[in-house]
Every structure is written in structure tokens, then in C-alpha cells.
């Protein structure tokens, strides 16, 4: 069974403090994604990466930077956690960019994040 | 620019009832068209996919979707719905060198 896994489920980070969130997938795809969740707002795209070492801002980068260095691995870093950054973080793989392909993106369960 | 549109943020139907979410999308070209559905704390789960032919696409739990590129439409549809089906759904869209773009979510509950 293909997987994307999230390192934590929940998270609570004080203000100013630098955050990493985990994602790892088993696919050998080369896509990844880290999305935000918020209610009334859906999914907004923060930034994505379609190959190691590469990556494009999304809609929403402002505050946040990525990492990756293997292709099964992309990290989101919160250089400085601040309250508006509370949030369910949702990490994707996909083989294609724009998800055409069998399984689309394939998500993670989320790291709900708060910031106190 | 491209955009998703899910005109109803909030849907309750009756157990058994049947359902339509809609979905209408701004875009140049013929995208990728998407439903996913997620559970309470959970992650989203693909439903069904459109890529090209047939205009009515079968997805997972009985449910399905038609494209219509008349409308700019890819509405979802379950002919009776039951409690499980109680969840978020989102409607995504996507094409060529873009990441898929998600709609604001559809909030669907059951009632018995």
C-alpha cells in the first residue's frame, strides 16, 4: 500500500521557535507538497518540489521555507513560528505535477501545528 | 487565472437521500479534474479522476461525477447516501506544469 507519512499528528510550538515538519513516501515519486488547512480557506499550496533539491513557492510561501535533500523526503521549516501559522499542514506526493496519473496526489494524515 | 469554485460550503442530506456536490472551475485548457474526500482528522482520500474520454467517471464508496465542458462543471453524485458518507469533500483541479488547485471544501451531513 502506497504511503505518505507525516512524523507527528500533533504539535504545539511556542512563538519564535524554528519548526520542522517530517514528510516521507515510499512511491519514488517526484512530486511533493506541503499544503495549509484551514476552515472556510481549503487547501492552499505553500510550496512544492518536483526533484531533489528543487522547489517552487506556492500561493502562500511567506514565513516558510523547504528542504529536499532525498527524493523520499520533504521537510516544511517554520523559521519562526508565529499564532497565524496555527494550522493542519498536509503533506502530497504525486508522479506527475498536475496529478494525472492512477492514484492523483496521494496525502499524508496532516500535522495539526499550534502555536502558542 | 485558474480557480476552483464549490458554491456550497455546507450540505445536509437525508440518509438515503440522494446527493450532488458541485464543483465549477476556471481554466484555459481541458484539466485534470479531482474529488477527494476527508474524513474528520484524517488526510484527503482520491475518490475519482477525470483525464479524458468517457464524460461520467465511476469512483470509490458508490459514488461518481460528469464532467460538462459546456458549464465548466464536475459535479459529484451518490444516488443514496449513507451516515459514513458524513465528511468534507474537495474538489481539485489541475493541468500541464501546475500543482492542483483545490476548492474551499463541501461540508456534507447526514441526517437519519
Known amino acids: ?25 515510499d512511491m519514488d515519486h ?3 507538497f506541503w ?6 480557506l481549503g487547501l492552499r499550496l505553500i ?9 517552487e513557492k506556492g500561493d502562500i510561501p511567506e514565513g516558510y521555507s523547504v528542504s529536499r ?6 521537510s516544511l521549516i517554520l523559521e519562526s513560528a508565529s499564532t497565524n501559522q496555527t494550522s493542519m499542514y498536509l503533506c502530497a506526493s504525486s508522479l506527475l505535477l498536475a496529478g494525472g496519473s492512477d492514484y492523483g496526489y496521494t496525502f499524508g494524515s496532516g500535522t495539526r501545528l499550534t502555536v502558542v | 487565472a485558474q480557480s476552483v469554485t464549490q458554491p456550497d460550503i455546507h450540505i445536509t442530506v437525508s440518509e438515503g437521500a440522494s446527493l450532488e456536490l458541485r464543483c465549477n472551475y ?10 477527494y474526500v476527508q474524513s474528520p482528522g484524517q488526510g484527503l482520500q482520491l475518490l475519482l479522476k477525470y483525464f479524458s474520454g468517457d464524460t461520467l467517471v465511476q469512483g470509490i464508496k458508490g459514488f461518481e461525477a460528469e464532467f460538462k465542458r459546456s458549464q465548466s462543471s464536475f459535479n459529484l453524485r451518490k ?6 458518507d458524513a465528511a468534507e469533500y474537495f474538489c481539485a483541479v489541475g493541468a500541464g506544469g501546475t500543482a ?7 461540508t456534507l451531513s447526514v441526517s437519519s
Request: proline share 4%; charged share 30%; hydrophobic share 30%.
Open chain 2, 100 to 106: 492542483l488547485i483545490f476548492g474551499k471544501g463541501t
Open chain 1, 47 to 55: 510550496y512544492f518540489s518536483y526533484d531533489v533539491k528543487m522547489k
Open chain 2, 79 to 84: 444516488p443514496s447516501v449513507h451516515w459514513s
Open chain 1, 30 to 32: 517526484e512530486n511533493m
Open chain 1, 1 to 25: 500500500d502506497v504511503k505518505v507519512t507525516q512524523s507527528s499528528r500533533y504539535l504545539v510550538k511556542r512563538t519564535g521557535e524554528k519548526v520542522f515538519l517530517e514528510c516521507v513516501q
Open chain 1, 69 to 74: 535533500e532525498k527524493k523520499e523526503r520533504f
Open chain 1, 35 to 40: 499544503y495549509r488547512q484551514d476552515p472556510g
Open chain 2, 26 to 35: 476556471s481554466y484555459g485548457a481541458t484539466p485534470y479534474l479531482f474529488w
